[in-house]
């Protein structure tokens, strides 16, 4: 007996060995791989003619540059209830980097939300109706909603490059979301910024999650 609890125990160790060189091969290639932007592939970049916070940024660039902060700040991926709505800027999951890249623009998306919701209960199923301040602007089923009505919506096709550009906002299934970077890989497919808990929050991930889970929306702020 003490000789098949032995192995099973060296059998888990050697397990957790590759899982844990997996992840460090995975981060490493991620990390030093080669990055490309939408001019390698002679692609326009879009900007947005509004600049809502008169910082002299464009919505769009400031969009993808408060999704980038956030993986800088690289906040640690906890789902939880706040009183307030706003989790602590080291804690959070997908929705928080989306609010906070808005933020980063000038706009409230909480309040946007919250509005939203307190006029049009019925638009929204997921609050099922009893809108909640706290949480409900941290729901991907609400954001869809939401954005479906301020932004425009574009195609799902991640091989349509040309179509994806920083800041758009990308909804995988009905409960993940991200923003697309400014990096692009060898296809042309850009980088995703999001919170998964993953170690680099802004990484090559699109086609995979898009495999994983698939892309059910894609959004880009409305520009007028």
């Known amino acids: 007996m003490k000789k098949v609890m032995k192995r099973i125990v060296l059998i888990i160790m050697i397990l957790i060995i590759l899982m844990l060189i997996g992840i460090i091969g995975y981060f490493l ?3 030093y791989k080669t990055v490309y932007t939408a001019e390698d592939f002679d692609i326009e970049r879009i900007y947005s003619k509004k600049d809502y916070n008169q910082n002299g940024v464009d919505d769009y660039t400031d969009i993808l540059l408060g999704a980038r902060q956030d993986a800088i700040n ?3 991926y906890k789902s939880a209830y706040y009183s307030g709505g706003y989790p602590p800027e080291n804690e959070g999951v997908c929705t928080d980097v989306v609010w ?3 933020k980063n623009a000038g706009y409230d998306l909480k309040n946007m939300i919250d509005e939203d919701i307190k006029n049009y209960t019925k638009d929204y199923p997921a609050v099922n109706g009893k809108p909640d301040p706290n949480i409900d602007f941290r729901r991907v089923r609400n954001l869809k909603v939401y ?5 425009d919506t574009l195609t799902n096709d991640i091989k ?7 800041g758009d906002i990308v909804i995988f299934g009905s409960s993940h979301v991200g923003i697309i ?13 999001h919170n998964a808990a993953q170690p680099l929050r802004e990484e090559d991930a699109l086609e995979l999650w898009d495999n994983q889970t698939s892309i059910t929306a894609h959004y880009r702020l409305r520009d007028e």
């Open 29 to 31: 290639i991620q990390k």
């Open 74 to 76: 690289h906040p640690t």
């Open 100 to 102: 906070r890249a808005f």
């Open 147 to 151: 954005f479906k009505k301020i932004c």
């Open 160 to 166: 349509e490059i040309s179509e994806w550009q920083p």
């Open 181 to 193: 970077s400014d990096k692009r890989n060898k296809q042309g497919i850009p980088y995703l910024i």
